[in-house]
């Protein structure tokens, strides 16, 4: 897999861990098998705002290049075809998707209230 290093926060050069990778070798990943289902109007809003500005974000892929978070941001990059940014944890499977997926917060309107408010 073709594939751009962002950082080089590495003891090794094979080693990459602790190095944010970028790829548009899109088949070079793959979904992890038991991870949730695209939302298609999820993936929509992340094309509509990538389109407009794509922020730098990165994903997460294990060892075996299986996706395990930003399989929506990887399908947006893919569609717009720009790179996608990603780290590799290895042993990152399942249940660690699930933790991280249960444990994210969106912004409630009160949330949103309070940011204006602070900022006049």
């Given at each position: 897999m073709k594939e751009k290093e962002i950082n080089y926060n590495k003891k090794k050069e094979t080693d990459k861990m602790n190095t944010i990778l970028s790829?548009?070798?899109y088949d070079g990943l793959r979904f992890l098998k038991g991870n949730r289902p695209i939302n298609k109007s999820h993936l929509n809003n992340l094309?509509?705002?990538m389109q407009n500005k794509q922020l730098f974000t990165t994903g997460i892929v294990n060892e075996k290049d299986e996706i395990c978070d930003?399989?929506?941001r990887f399908m947006a990059c893919k569609t717009l075809e720009k790179p996608f940014h990603y780290t590799v944890e290895p042993g990152y499977g399942l249940e660690e998707v699930?933790?991280?997926n249960t444990?994210?917060?969106k912004w409630?309107?009160?949330n949103y209230l309070t940011c204006y408010l602070e900022r006049e």
């Amino acid at each position: 897999m073709k594939e751009k290093e962002i950082n080089y926060n590495k003891k090794k050069e094979t080693d990459k861990m602790n190095t944010i990778l970028s790829t548009t070798d899109y088949d070079g990943l793959r979904f992890l098998k038991g991870n949730r289902p695209i939302n298609k109007s999820h993936l929509n809003n992340l094309i509509k705002s990538m389109q407009n500005k794509q922020l730098f974000t990165t994903g997460i892929v294990n060892e075996k290049d299986e996706i395990c978070d930003g399989q929506h941001r990887f399908m947006a990059c893919k569609t717009l075809e720009k790179p996608f940014h990603y780290t590799v944890e290895p042993g990152y499977g399942l249940e660690e998707v699930i933790a991280l997926n249960t444990s994210s917060r969106k912004w409630t309107n009160e949330n949103y209230l309070t940011c204006y408010l602070e900022r006049e």
